[in-house]
Protein backbone atom coordinates (compact mmCIF):
# COMPACT_ATOMS: atom_id res chain seq x y z
CA UNK A 1 0.00 0.00 0.00
CA UNK A 2 1.15 3.54 -0.94
CA UNK A 3 1.47 6.25 1.96
CA UNK A 4 -0.77 8.22 -0.11
CA UNK A 5 -3.17 5.89 0.26
CA UNK A 6 -2.32 5.04 4.00
CA UNK A 7 -2.84 8.85 4.17
CA UNK A 8 -5.58 8.55 2.55
CA UNK A 9 -7.46 6.09 4.63
CA UNK A 10 -7.00 7.59 8.03
CA UNK A 11 -8.34 11.27 6.95
CA UNK A 12 -11.30 9.33 6.01
CA UNK A 13 -11.81 7.19 8.84
CA UNK A 14 -10.95 10.44 10.95
CA UNK A 15 -13.43 12.56 9.04
CA UNK A 16 -16.28 10.12 9.49
CA UNK A 17 -15.41 9.77 13.33
CA UNK A 18 -16.01 13.24 13.63
CA UNK A 19 -18.61 13.50 11.55
CA UNK A 20 -20.85 10.78 13.66
CA UNK A 21 -19.41 12.55 16.96
CA UNK A 22 -22.38 11.29 19.11
CA UNK A 23 -22.36 7.82 17.92
CA UNK A 24 -18.88 7.04 17.63
CA UNK A 25 -18.88 8.45 21.70
CA UNK A 26 -21.84 6.25 21.95
CA UNK A 27 -19.67 2.91 20.82
CA UNK A 28 -16.52 4.27 22.26
CA UNK A 29 -18.25 4.08 25.63
CA UNK A 30 -19.60 0.55 25.29
CA UNK A 31 -16.84 -1.15 23.87
CA UNK A 32 -14.88 0.40 26.51
CA UNK A 33 -17.69 -0.57 29.34
CA UNK A 34 -18.25 -3.88 27.85
CA UNK A 35 -14.08 -4.99 28.06
CA UNK A 36 -14.31 -3.14 31.49
CA UNK A 37 -16.02 -5.85 32.83
CA UNK A 38 -14.56 -8.63 30.56
CA UNK A 39 -11.79 -7.16 32.62
CA UNK A 40 -12.66 -7.93 35.61
CA UNK A 41 -13.85 -11.25 35.13
CA UNK A 42 -10.48 -12.34 34.04
CA UNK A 43 -8.80 -10.91 36.55
CA UNK A 44 -11.27 -12.71 39.20
CA UNK A 45 -10.95 -15.88 37.62
CA UNK A 46 -7.08 -15.64 37.47
CA UNK A 47 -7.04 -14.70 41.09
CA UNK A 48 -9.35 -17.69 42.27
CA UNK A 49 -7.38 -20.00 40.25
CA UNK A 50 -4.33 -19.00 41.62
CA UNK A 51 -5.72 -19.16 45.26
CA UNK A 52 -6.78 -22.48 44.52
CA UNK A 53 -3.41 -23.98 42.85
CA UNK A 54 -1.71 -22.07 46.08
CA UNK A 55 -3.77 -24.18 48.35
CA UNK A 56 -3.45 -27.59 46.28
CA UNK A 57 0.24 -27.32 46.76
CA UNK A 58 0.12 -27.31 50.38
CA UNK A 59 1.56 -31.06 50.80
CA UNK A 60 0.42 -31.60 54.33
CA UNK A 61 -2.11 -33.80 55.85
CA UNK A 62 -3.17 -33.59 59.51
CA UNK A 63 -3.96 -36.95 61.66
CA UNK A 64 -6.10 -36.55 64.53
CA UNK A 65 -5.76 -39.62 67.23
CA UNK A 66 -7.95 -40.72 69.25
CA UNK A 67 -7.78 -40.00 73.30
CA UNK A 68 -7.80 -43.66 74.18
CA UNK A 69 -4.06 -44.46 72.92
CA UNK A 70 -1.51 -44.68 75.06
CA UNK A 71 2.08 -43.06 74.17
CA UNK A 72 3.72 -46.27 73.15
CA UNK A 73 0.71 -47.03 70.63
CA UNK A 74 1.66 -43.14 69.61
CA UNK A 75 4.58 -43.54 68.95
CA UNK A 76 4.03 -46.44 67.30
CA UNK A 77 1.96 -44.97 65.01
CA UNK A 78 4.49 -42.52 64.38
CA UNK A 79 6.96 -44.92 62.95
CA UNK A 80 4.24 -46.28 60.91
CA UNK A 81 3.39 -43.31 59.19
CA UNK A 82 6.88 -42.35 59.03
CA UNK A 83 7.34 -45.55 56.29
CA UNK A 84 4.40 -44.77 53.99
CA UNK A 85 4.92 -44.16 50.85
CA UNK A 86 5.66 -40.23 50.00
CA UNK A 87 5.45 -39.28 53.50
CA UNK A 88 8.78 -36.66 53.77
CA UNK A 89 8.42 -35.54 57.82
CA UNK A 90 6.26 -36.49 60.77
CA UNK A 91 5.81 -33.80 63.71
CA UNK A 92 4.15 -34.33 66.61
CA UNK A 93 1.61 -31.97 68.29
CA UNK A 94 0.73 -32.64 71.54
CA UNK A 95 -3.00 -32.16 72.86
CA UNK A 96 -1.25 -29.27 74.91
CA UNK A 97 0.48 -27.69 72.29
CA UNK A 98 -2.62 -27.74 70.24
CA UNK A 99 -3.97 -26.06 72.81
CA UNK A 100 -1.59 -23.31 73.05
CA UNK A 101 -1.62 -22.84 69.68
CA UNK A 102 -5.30 -22.33 69.46
CA UNK A 103 -4.85 -20.00 72.71
CA UNK A 104 -2.71 -17.73 70.38
CA UNK A 105 -4.82 -17.78 67.73
CA UNK A 106 -7.38 -16.59 69.55
CA UNK A 107 -5.55 -13.76 70.81
CA UNK A 108 -7.53 -11.63 72.96
CA UNK A 109 -10.74 -13.65 72.68
CA UNK A 110 -8.93 -16.41 74.92
CA UNK A 111 -11.15 -16.11 77.71
CA UNK A 112 -13.62 -18.22 76.18
CA UNK A 113 -11.29 -21.01 76.84
CA UNK A 114 -11.59 -20.71 80.60
CA UNK A 115 -15.25 -22.03 80.20
CA UNK A 116 -13.43 -25.28 79.53
CA UNK A 117 -11.27 -25.40 82.75
CA UNK A 118 -9.18 -28.10 82.94
CA UNK A 119 -10.15 -30.05 80.41
CA UNK A 120 -8.34 -29.94 77.11
CA UNK A 121 -11.08 -30.97 74.25
CA UNK A 122 -8.34 -31.20 71.25
CA UNK A 123 -6.87 -34.59 70.53
CA UNK A 124 -3.25 -35.66 70.05
CA UNK A 125 -1.77 -35.27 66.23
CA UNK A 126 0.66 -35.46 63.86
CA UNK A 127 1.57 -33.41 60.83
CA UNK A 128 2.41 -35.15 57.71
CA UNK A 129 4.70 -33.58 55.12
CA UNK A 130 4.34 -35.12 51.73
CA UNK A 131 6.74 -34.87 49.18
CA UNK A 132 3.50 -34.41 46.18
CA UNK A 133 0.42 -32.86 45.95
CA UNK A 134 -1.18 -35.49 43.69
CA UNK A 135 0.02 -38.08 46.50
CA UNK A 136 -2.06 -35.82 49.73
CA UNK A 137 -5.45 -37.58 48.85
CA UNK A 138 -4.61 -41.37 48.81
CA UNK A 139 -2.47 -40.83 51.55
CA UNK A 140 -4.89 -39.40 53.98
CA UNK A 141 -7.45 -42.24 53.04
CA UNK A 142 -4.77 -44.73 54.12
CA UNK A 143 -4.22 -42.93 57.55
CA UNK A 144 -7.80 -42.97 58.07
CA UNK A 145 -7.94 -46.18 57.72
CA UNK A 146 -5.31 -47.44 60.71
CA UNK A 147 -6.86 -48.34 64.37
CA UNK A 148 -6.32 -45.42 66.53
CA UNK A 149 -7.34 -42.59 64.53
CA UNK A 150 -9.90 -40.55 64.52
CA UNK A 151 -9.67 -38.28 61.18
CA UNK A 152 -7.00 -37.60 58.55
CA UNK A 153 -7.89 -34.26 57.11
CA UNK A 154 -5.51 -32.10 53.96
CA UNK A 155 -6.47 -28.89 52.05
CA UNK A 156 -8.43 -30.51 49.23
CA UNK A 157 -11.87 -29.90 50.77
CA UNK A 158 -11.33 -26.22 50.26
CA UNK A 159 -9.52 -26.91 46.89
CA UNK A 160 -12.52 -28.48 45.57
CA UNK A 161 -14.77 -25.31 46.73
CA UNK A 162 -13.12 -23.30 45.19
CA UNK A 163 -12.14 -25.17 42.14
CA UNK A 164 -16.28 -24.95 42.23
CA UNK A 165 -16.37 -21.10 42.85
CA UNK A 166 -14.37 -20.63 39.70
CA UNK A 167 -15.83 -22.91 37.65
CA UNK A 168 -19.28 -20.79 38.32
CA UNK A 169 -17.78 -17.68 37.84
CA UNK A 170 -15.91 -18.47 34.94
CA UNK A 171 -19.77 -19.88 33.20
CA UNK A 172 -21.56 -16.73 34.40
CA UNK A 173 -18.01 -14.76 32.78
CA UNK A 174 -18.19 -16.08 29.73
CA UNK A 175 -22.42 -16.08 29.14
CA UNK A 176 -22.37 -11.97 30.49
CA UNK A 177 -19.38 -11.47 28.16
CA UNK A 178 -20.79 -12.74 25.06
CA UNK A 179 -23.64 -10.62 25.44
CA UNK A 180 -21.67 -7.56 26.41
CA UNK A 181 -19.94 -8.41 23.06
CA UNK A 182 -22.56 -8.72 21.14
CA UNK A 183 -23.83 -5.31 22.66
CA UNK A 184 -20.23 -4.10 21.52
CA UNK A 185 -20.58 -5.36 18.20
CA UNK A 186 -23.82 -4.72 17.36
CA UNK A 187 -23.28 -0.66 18.21
CA UNK A 188 -19.68 -0.48 16.02
CA UNK A 189 -21.68 -1.71 13.24
CA UNK A 190 -24.30 0.30 13.85
CA UNK A 191 -22.24 3.44 13.71
CA UNK A 192 -20.11 2.50 11.02
CA UNK A 193 -23.06 1.40 9.11
CA UNK A 194 -24.43 5.71 9.55
CA UNK A 195 -20.95 6.67 8.03
CA UNK A 196 -21.56 3.99 5.16
CA UNK A 197 -24.77 4.80 4.79
CA UNK A 198 -23.76 8.51 4.71
CA UNK A 199 -21.03 7.47 1.77
CA UNK A 200 -22.97 4.79 0.16
CA UNK A 201 -22.74 7.42 -3.35
CA UNK A 202 -19.20 7.49 -2.88
CA UNK A 203 -19.14 3.83 -2.59
CA UNK A 204 -21.02 3.75 -5.77
CA UNK A 205 -18.77 5.98 -7.92
CA UNK A 206 -15.69 4.14 -6.12
CA UNK A 207 -17.25 1.09 -7.44
CA UNK A 208 -17.73 2.36 -11.05
CA UNK A 209 -14.12 3.85 -11.37
CA UNK A 210 -12.68 0.21 -10.50
CA UNK A 211 -11.56 0.71 -7.03
CA UNK A 212 -11.22 -2.62 -4.95
CA UNK A 213 -13.58 -3.58 -2.20
CA UNK A 214 -10.61 -3.51 0.07
CA UNK A 215 -9.90 0.10 -0.93
CA UNK A 216 -13.34 1.03 -0.22
CA UNK A 217 -13.55 -1.32 3.50
CA UNK A 218 -9.92 0.76 4.40
CA UNK A 219 -10.97 3.38 5.92
CA UNK A 220 -14.20 1.56 7.94
CA UNK A 221 -11.91 -0.79 9.17
CA UNK A 222 -9.56 2.02 10.10
CA UNK A 223 -12.87 3.70 12.08
CA UNK A 224 -13.71 0.30 13.28
CA UNK A 225 -10.35 -0.42 15.25
CA UNK A 226 -10.51 3.37 16.39
CA UNK A 227 -13.55 3.16 17.85
CA UNK A 228 -12.86 -0.35 19.28
CA UNK A 229 -9.27 0.51 20.13
CA UNK A 230 -9.84 3.62 21.95
CA UNK A 231 -12.43 2.07 23.95
CA UNK A 232 -10.41 -1.07 25.19
CA UNK A 233 -7.72 1.79 26.10
CA UNK A 234 -10.00 3.50 28.53
CA UNK A 235 -11.43 0.13 29.83
CA UNK A 236 -7.33 -1.09 30.16
CA UNK A 237 -6.12 2.08 32.26
CA UNK A 238 -9.59 1.65 33.97
CA UNK A 239 -8.87 -1.64 35.08
CA UNK A 240 -5.44 -0.63 35.80
CA UNK A 241 -6.14 1.73 38.21
CA UNK A 242 -8.45 -0.40 39.57
CA UNK A 243 -6.18 -3.43 40.01
CA UNK A 244 -3.28 -1.56 41.92
CA UNK A 245 -6.04 -0.07 44.46
CA UNK A 246 -7.14 -3.44 44.87
CA UNK A 247 -3.52 -4.54 45.91
CA UNK A 248 -2.53 -2.16 47.48
CA UNK A 249 -5.51 -2.32 49.88
CA UNK A 250 -5.46 -6.04 50.46
CA UNK A 251 -1.66 -5.97 51.20
CA UNK A 252 -2.28 -3.93 53.72
CA UNK A 253 -5.04 -4.94 55.34
CA UNK A 254 -6.00 -8.73 54.13
CA UNK A 255 -2.39 -10.24 53.41
CA UNK A 256 -3.34 -13.59 53.80
CA UNK A 257 -5.09 -13.23 50.31
CA UNK A 258 -2.66 -14.44 48.19
CA UNK A 259 -3.54 -12.28 44.99
CA UNK A 260 -1.81 -11.87 42.04
CA UNK A 261 1.22 -9.44 41.87
CA UNK A 262 0.18 -6.33 38.99
CA UNK A 263 2.22 -7.69 36.39
CA UNK A 264 2.59 -9.80 34.56
CA UNK A 265 -1.18 -10.19 35.16
CA UNK A 266 -2.47 -6.94 34.11
CA UNK A 267 -0.18 -7.27 30.91
CA UNK A 268 -2.09 -10.69 29.54
CA UNK A 269 -5.28 -8.89 30.80
CA UNK A 270 -4.49 -5.56 28.99
CA UNK A 271 -3.14 -6.85 25.65
CA UNK A 272 -6.06 -9.36 25.66
CA UNK A 273 -8.94 -6.83 25.84
CA UNK A 274 -6.81 -4.17 23.50
CA UNK A 275 -6.67 -7.59 20.97
CA UNK A 276 -10.66 -8.04 21.81
CA UNK A 277 -11.44 -3.82 21.35
CA UNK A 278 -9.77 -4.05 17.86
CA UNK A 279 -11.05 -7.40 17.07
CA UNK A 280 -14.99 -6.05 17.78
CA UNK A 281 -13.81 -3.12 15.63
CA UNK A 282 -12.87 -5.02 12.35
CA UNK A 283 -15.43 -7.44 12.66
CA UNK A 284 -18.13 -4.49 13.33
CA UNK A 285 -16.80 -2.84 10.26
CA UNK A 286 -16.96 -5.93 7.56
CA UNK A 287 -20.19 -6.28 8.68
CA UNK A 288 -21.68 -3.28 8.10
CA UNK A 289 -19.88 -2.15 4.78
CA UNK A 290 -20.57 -5.56 3.19
CA UNK A 291 -24.08 -4.91 1.77
CA UNK A 292 -23.05 -2.09 0.54
CA UNK A 293 -20.12 -3.70 -1.81
CA UNK A 294 -22.11 -5.16 -3.93
CA UNK A 295 -22.18 -3.06 -7.27
CA UNK B 1 -13.91 -3.45 -28.34
CA UNK B 2 -17.49 -4.37 -27.61
CA UNK B 3 -18.73 -7.62 -28.71
CA UNK B 4 -22.14 -9.17 -27.53
CA UNK B 5 -22.93 -12.83 -29.51
CA UNK B 6 -26.73 -13.97 -28.88
CA UNK B 7 -26.76 -12.42 -24.86
CA UNK B 8 -29.66 -13.04 -22.99
CA UNK B 9 -31.05 -11.79 -19.80
CA UNK B 10 -33.73 -12.99 -17.87
CA UNK B 11 -34.26 -12.01 -14.23
CA UNK B 12 -35.62 -14.13 -11.70
CA UNK B 13 -38.78 -13.06 -11.67
CA UNK B 14 -39.24 -13.91 -15.33
CA UNK B 15 -38.51 -10.43 -16.97
CA UNK B 16 -36.48 -10.77 -20.12
CA UNK B 17 -34.52 -7.43 -20.49
CA UNK B 18 -32.45 -8.60 -23.19
CA UNK B 19 -33.56 -11.29 -25.71
CA UNK B 20 -30.86 -12.68 -28.27
CA UNK B 21 -28.95 -9.51 -28.57
CA UNK B 22 -25.65 -9.66 -30.98
CA UNK B 23 -23.84 -6.32 -31.52
CA UNK B 24 -20.15 -5.54 -32.14
CA UNK B 25 -19.00 -2.09 -31.67
CA UNK B 26 -15.32 -1.37 -33.11
CA UNK B 27 -12.89 0.36 -31.54
CA UNK B 28 -12.92 4.54 -31.64
CA UNK B 29 -16.73 4.02 -33.04
CA UNK B 30 -19.77 6.05 -31.69
CA UNK B 31 -22.37 4.64 -31.16
CA UNK B 32 -26.01 6.32 -29.57
CA UNK B 33 -28.37 3.37 -27.80
CA UNK B 34 -32.04 4.40 -28.48
CA UNK B 35 -35.53 3.09 -27.89
CA UNK B 36 -38.53 3.34 -25.28
CA UNK B 37 -38.68 3.23 -21.38
CA UNK B 38 -38.14 -0.59 -20.74
CA UNK B 39 -36.14 -1.75 -23.80
CA UNK B 40 -33.86 -2.90 -22.07
CA UNK B 41 -30.68 0.05 -22.23
CA UNK B 42 -29.54 0.20 -18.68
CA UNK B 43 -30.02 -3.61 -18.26
CA UNK B 44 -27.08 -3.12 -21.55
CA UNK B 45 -24.84 -0.96 -19.87
CA UNK B 46 -25.59 -3.13 -16.11
CA UNK B 47 -24.24 -6.07 -18.05
CA UNK B 48 -21.46 -4.06 -20.14
CA UNK B 49 -19.67 -3.06 -16.37
CA UNK B 50 -20.54 -5.95 -15.04
CA UNK B 51 -22.68 -5.46 -12.31
CA UNK B 52 -24.82 -8.45 -13.68
CA UNK B 53 -24.02 -11.07 -15.57
CA UNK B 54 -26.15 -12.47 -18.78
CA UNK B 55 -28.12 -15.31 -18.67
CA UNK B 56 -27.24 -16.97 -21.68
CA UNK B 57 -24.46 -15.62 -24.91
CA UNK B 58 -21.29 -13.35 -24.57
CA UNK B 59 -19.72 -10.24 -24.17
CA UNK B 60 -16.54 -9.51 -24.90
CA UNK B 61 -15.63 -6.19 -23.62
CA UNK B 62 -11.90 -4.69 -24.07
CA UNK B 63 -11.01 -8.40 -24.87
CA UNK B 64 -12.31 -9.42 -21.70
CA UNK B 65 -14.89 -11.99 -21.29
CA UNK B 66 -17.32 -11.05 -18.60
CA UNK B 67 -18.92 -14.23 -17.74
CA UNK B 68 -14.96 -15.33 -17.09
CA UNK B 69 -13.95 -13.12 -14.33
CA UNK B 70 -13.05 -13.74 -11.30
CA UNK B 71 -15.07 -11.17 -8.63
CA UNK B 72 -11.56 -9.84 -7.67
CA UNK B 73 -10.85 -8.85 -11.20
CA UNK B 74 -13.85 -7.05 -11.53
CA UNK B 75 -12.13 -3.87 -10.14
CA UNK B 76 -8.96 -3.41 -12.77
CA UNK B 77 -11.60 -4.14 -15.59
CA UNK B 78 -13.95 -1.52 -14.88
CA UNK B 79 -10.49 0.27 -14.89
CA UNK B 80 -10.58 0.54 -18.40
CA UNK B 81 -14.17 2.12 -18.85
CA UNK B 82 -15.53 5.48 -18.10
CA UNK B 83 -18.98 6.17 -17.20
CA UNK B 84 -21.09 9.40 -17.15
CA UNK B 85 -24.41 9.24 -15.84
CA UNK B 86 -27.59 11.47 -16.33
CA UNK B 87 -27.74 12.81 -12.50
CA UNK B 88 -24.01 13.25 -12.58
CA UNK B 89 -23.20 11.53 -9.23
CA UNK B 90 -20.39 14.29 -8.10
CA UNK B 91 -19.33 14.79 -4.34
CA UNK B 92 -20.94 17.69 -3.06
CA UNK B 93 -18.61 18.01 -0.28
CA UNK B 94 -15.65 17.80 -2.68
CA UNK B 95 -14.56 20.54 -5.17
CA UNK B 96 -14.14 20.01 -9.12
CA UNK B 97 -10.58 18.98 -8.79
CA UNK B 98 -11.08 16.34 -5.80
CA UNK B 99 -13.97 14.95 -7.77
CA UNK B 100 -12.39 14.34 -10.41
CA UNK B 101 -8.97 13.10 -8.83
CA UNK B 102 -11.21 10.65 -6.84
CA UNK B 103 -11.29 8.67 -9.69
CA UNK B 104 -7.30 8.74 -9.67
CA UNK B 105 -6.72 8.42 -5.89
CA UNK B 106 -9.03 4.76 -6.07
CA UNK B 107 -7.18 2.97 -8.43
CA UNK B 108 -3.75 4.12 -6.53
CA UNK B 109 -2.29 6.79 -9.17
CA UNK B 110 0.56 8.05 -7.63
CA UNK B 111 0.17 12.02 -6.80
CA UNK B 112 2.25 13.20 -9.51
CA UNK B 113 0.23 11.74 -12.04
CA UNK B 114 -2.98 12.50 -10.44
CA UNK B 115 -1.90 16.36 -10.31
CA UNK B 116 -0.74 16.60 -13.86
CA UNK B 117 -3.43 14.30 -15.43
CA UNK B 118 -6.54 15.81 -14.02
CA UNK B 119 -5.87 19.27 -14.40
CA UNK B 120 -5.22 18.29 -18.36
CA UNK B 121 -8.62 16.76 -17.99
CA UNK B 122 -10.19 19.78 -16.41
CA UNK B 123 -8.84 21.75 -18.92
CA UNK B 124 -9.61 19.40 -22.02
CA UNK B 125 -13.91 20.11 -20.37
CA UNK B 126 -12.91 24.11 -20.10
CA UNK B 127 -12.96 23.98 -16.23
CA UNK B 128 -9.61 24.32 -15.29
CA UNK B 129 -10.27 28.16 -14.22
CA UNK B 130 -13.42 26.75 -11.68
CA UNK B 131 -11.07 23.63 -10.42
CA UNK B 132 -11.51 24.72 -6.73
CA UNK B 133 -15.25 25.87 -6.70
CA UNK B 134 -17.66 22.90 -5.09
CA UNK B 135 -20.12 21.19 -7.16
CA UNK B 136 -23.41 23.48 -5.93
CA UNK B 137 -22.13 26.46 -7.41
CA UNK B 138 -22.07 24.82 -10.96
CA UNK B 139 -24.63 25.00 -13.50
CA UNK B 140 -25.84 21.76 -14.65
CA UNK B 141 -23.94 21.60 -17.91
CA UNK B 142 -20.52 22.03 -15.98
CA UNK B 143 -21.39 19.65 -13.35
CA UNK B 144 -21.95 17.56 -16.28
CA UNK B 145 -18.68 18.08 -17.34
CA UNK B 146 -16.86 17.51 -13.99
CA UNK B 147 -18.39 14.27 -14.43
CA UNK B 148 -17.15 13.86 -17.86
CA UNK B 149 -13.48 14.63 -16.50
CA UNK B 150 -14.30 12.37 -13.68
CA UNK B 151 -14.69 9.17 -16.57
CA UNK B 152 -11.87 10.26 -18.92
CA UNK B 153 -8.84 11.09 -16.14
CA UNK B 154 -7.85 7.37 -16.27
CA UNK B 155 -7.77 6.95 -19.75
CA UNK B 156 -10.22 4.63 -20.16
CA UNK B 157 -10.80 2.82 -23.78
CA UNK B 158 -14.31 2.81 -24.21
CA UNK B 159 -16.57 5.55 -22.41
CA UNK B 160 -20.28 4.66 -21.91
CA UNK B 161 -22.69 7.94 -21.08
CA UNK B 162 -26.57 6.81 -19.37
CA UNK B 163 -28.50 10.08 -20.80
CA UNK B 164 -25.88 12.83 -20.28
CA UNK B 165 -28.10 15.58 -21.70
CA UNK B 166 -31.61 13.98 -20.07
CA UNK B 167 -31.11 16.72 -17.22
CA UNK B 168 -29.40 19.52 -19.91
CA UNK B 169 -30.81 22.47 -21.23
CA UNK B 170 -30.61 21.75 -25.38
CA UNK B 171 -28.00 24.85 -26.11
CA UNK B 172 -25.99 22.68 -22.80
CA UNK B 173 -26.60 19.50 -24.55
CA UNK B 174 -24.55 20.76 -27.80
CA UNK B 175 -21.47 22.24 -25.81
CA UNK B 176 -21.41 18.84 -23.87
CA UNK B 177 -21.62 16.56 -27.08
CA UNK B 178 -18.97 18.86 -28.21
CA UNK B 179 -17.12 17.61 -25.43
CA UNK B 180 -17.82 13.94 -26.15
CA UNK B 181 -17.00 14.33 -29.93
CA UNK B 182 -13.34 15.36 -28.80
CA UNK B 183 -12.78 12.73 -26.39
CA UNK B 184 -14.10 10.16 -29.38
CA UNK B 185 -11.63 11.92 -31.58
CA UNK B 186 -8.93 10.42 -29.53
CA UNK B 187 -9.29 7.14 -30.07
CA UNK B 188 -11.84 6.81 -27.16
CA UNK B 189 -14.88 4.39 -27.88
CA UNK B 190 -18.65 5.93 -26.95
CA UNK B 191 -21.66 4.12 -26.21
CA UNK B 192 -24.05 6.42 -25.14
CA UNK B 193 -27.93 5.50 -24.10
CA UNK B 194 -30.27 8.81 -24.84
CA UNK B 195 -33.69 9.97 -25.35
CA UNK B 196 -32.30 13.22 -27.31
CA UNK B 197 -33.73 12.89 -30.83
CA UNK B 198 -32.06 16.29 -32.18
CA UNK B 199 -28.69 15.77 -30.68
CA UNK B 200 -28.89 11.80 -32.28
CA UNK B 201 -30.84 13.36 -35.48
CA UNK B 202 -28.10 15.59 -36.24
CA UNK B 203 -24.92 13.72 -34.97
CA UNK B 204 -25.56 11.65 -37.75
CA UNK B 205 -23.28 8.64 -36.07
CA UNK B 206 -24.13 4.93 -35.43
CA UNK B 207 -27.64 4.11 -33.93
CA UNK B 208 -28.91 1.02 -32.01
CA UNK B 209 -32.73 0.83 -31.50
CA UNK B 210 -33.54 -1.42 -28.73
CA UNK B 211 -37.21 -2.32 -28.24
CA UNK B 212 -38.62 -5.00 -25.90
CA UNK B 213 -34.89 -6.24 -25.14
CA UNK B 214 -34.05 -6.79 -29.15
CA UNK B 215 -32.35 -4.69 -31.40
CA UNK B 216 -35.28 -3.66 -33.91
CA UNK B 217 -32.30 -1.60 -35.83
CA UNK B 218 -28.64 -1.19 -36.48
CA UNK B 219 -27.60 2.34 -38.91
CA UNK B 220 -23.90 3.19 -39.22
CA UNK B 221 -25.33 6.86 -40.12
CA UNK B 222 -29.21 6.71 -38.58
CA UNK B 223 -31.61 9.36 -36.96
CA UNK B 224 -33.37 9.04 -33.36
CA UNK B 225 -36.64 7.59 -35.55
CA UNK B 226 -39.04 7.80 -32.75
CA UNK B 227 -41.21 10.61 -32.10
CA UNK B 228 -41.87 10.58 -27.98
Redesign the interface.
Known sequence: MKISTAEYFVTESLNSIRRNGLMSMASLMTVALSLLILGVFMILVMNLNHMASILESQVQVTVYLQDTLKETEVLEMGTRITRLPGVTRVNFVSKEEALNRFKIRLGEQQGLLSELGEANPLPNSFEVKVDRPDRVKPLALAIAQLKGVEAARYGQEVVDQLFGLTRMVRIFGVVLIIFLGLAALFIIVNTIRLTVFARRREIGIMKYVGATDWFIRWPFIIEGILLGGLGAFIAVVLLTQFYSMLTRQVYESLAFLPLLPKYPLMGYVNSFLIFAGCGIGVLGSMISVKKFLKV | MIQLTEVTKAFDDGFVALSNVTLKIDKGEFAFVVGPSGAGKSTLIKLL?R?QLVSSGEIIVNGRDLSALQP?EI?????S???VFQDF?L?PEKNCYDNVA??M????A??RDIQRQVRHVLEMVGLLPKAKIYPAQLSGGEQQRVAIA?AIV?NPAVLIADEPTGNLDPDTSWDTMKIFERINLTGTTILMVTHDKPIVDQMMKRVIALENGRVIRDESRGAYGYED
Open positions: FEQPYFRRLGIRLFARVVESRRN
